[in-house]
């Protein structure tokens, strides 16, 4: 099956949509997919954890036999850090690629667990590029291992993966990736990139309800992680060998969250999956990006960077427009925006993921033109610091 020519149906009459990156808006199948409990010993869904495991490794395409898929119970941050605390040494270095909020959140979280990092610090939104990575390695041997954020959900910027990857591989250094917010929907294909492992969750591009993540990992990193790991929750290589024995996860599992997820895989594949998800996704962001230019938005990125999961816009400069007020606008008309991250100029955030067409898209920018004229911003045009800002990227 391709692409939908008319409207997805409406998630649930009254309910809005959520231009949100996770939690998103999910279809009624993956909500009724919920409506039954699961023994989590029982064997109906210790195949449902083995279905859900092999589905997520066959997104990888070819290459995709030598890795294995290790579901984690929480939220994308607890899997990034059973990732980090699994994978990364305790005393060679690793290098993290930092260019806005997950980043940081990476730093951070190395710092809890007491391990040396070097970190590239980009600011807000500038990419990390395959030169400067492949310098900082030849110069300190002591970085083993290098992280990089694939879609930094907080400028929405589209990392250059195969560039960043291609440099780790060069210097035969080992790269784990944070996908969140793009697997599913961008390729993350061993034929091409190498890395140990890499992150992602329930929520995002495969369009699931929050409440696991999961790290697919190169067999070979996940056998020698024994005893790596700072964490008995976290402890990635512990999940795995106990889900290969056993087939069930070590304590309790989101059930719930499991069965809509699959409901959600089934629906990623019937749609023509990982490319086709991508295309609706661009899609999305074409026709609503487009839209919000007429009306005189400006993006933070220029095309290249935009990511087709999340789009940064600038505030408008007008005196009439506030962004809480604008919010609760677009909310009364059925719509959930998300505010900004970034530090320097005000800015706002429209998700492109989700049970969301371009059809919806449309009606995002028609309700944001009718907002902006019931609050009298007579210009959506940024200030010009914004565009002094944006032209750092080009430079
Ligand atoms: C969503 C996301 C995470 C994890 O966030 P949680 O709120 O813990 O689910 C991590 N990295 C990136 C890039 C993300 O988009």
């Not at 060679?92 to 610090?121: C, F, H, Q, W």
């Amino acid at each position: 099956m391709t692409q939908q020519p008319t409207a997805l149906p409406k998630p649930k009459l009254g309910e809005p949509y959520l231009l949100t990156p996770g939690p998103l808006t999910t279809s009624i199948d993956v909500k009724e997919a919920m409506l039954r409990d699961w023994g989590s010993w029982d064997g109906d869904f210790k195949a449902m954890t083995a279905e859900l495991r092999k589905g997520l490794i066959s997104l990888l395409g070819d290459g995709s036999e030598a890795y294995d898929c290790v579901p984690i119970q929480g939220s994308g941050t607890f899997a990034v850090e059973a990732m980090l605390g699994s994978f990364t040494p305790k005393t060679k270095k690793t290098l993290i690629l930092s260019n806005g909020a997950y980043g940081k959140r990476a730093v951070e979280t190395m710092a809890y667990l007491g391990r040396p990092v070097e970190v590239l610090d980009k600011g807000d939104y500038l990419p990390p590029r395959g030169p400067e990575v492949a310098a900082l390695l030849k110069a300190d041997p002591e970085i083993s291992h290098v992280l990089i954020v694939h879609c930094e959900t907080s400028s929405g910027i589209l990392n250059p993966l195969q560039e960043i990857s291609d440099a780790v591989a060069a210097a035969d250094r080992t790269l784990l990736i944070d996908s969140m917010s793009a697997f599913g929907s961008i390729p993350v294909e061993p034929s091409k990139l190498q890395f140990a492992a890499m992150v992602s969750s329930a929520n995002k591009c495969i369009e699931g309800v929050p409440g696991f993540g999961f790290v697919i990992a190169h067999r070979a990193e996940l056998e020698a992680a024994k005893g790596n790991s700072h964490s008995i929750s976290l402890d990635v290589h512990a999940q795995w060998a106990h889900m290969e024995k056993s087939g069930q996860w070590r304590f309790t599992p989101p059930t719930h969250v499991v069965a809509a997820f699959l409901e959600a895989l089934r629906a990623h594949k019937a749609e023509g999956g990982v490319a086709a998800r991508g295309a609706r996704y661009r899609t999305n962001r074409d026709a609503m990006v487009s839209g919000m230019r007429a009306l005189g938005f400006e993006t933070l990125l220029d095309a290249e960077w935009l990511s087709p999961i999340i789009v940064t816009f600038f505030c408008p400069a007008d005196p009439a427009f506030s962004f809480p007020r604008f919010y609760e606008l677009m909310k009364a008309r059925g719509f959930i925006l998300y505010p900004g991250k970034l530090t320097v100029v005000d800015s706002f955030r429209v998700g492109c993921i989700g049970q969301m067409d371009e059809h919806v898209m449309r009606g995002v920018t028609a309700a944001a033109s009718d907002v902006l004229k019931e609050m009298g911003v007579e210009s959506a045009a940024p200030p010009a610091e914004a565009l002094a800002e944006r032209a750092k990227l080009a430079a």
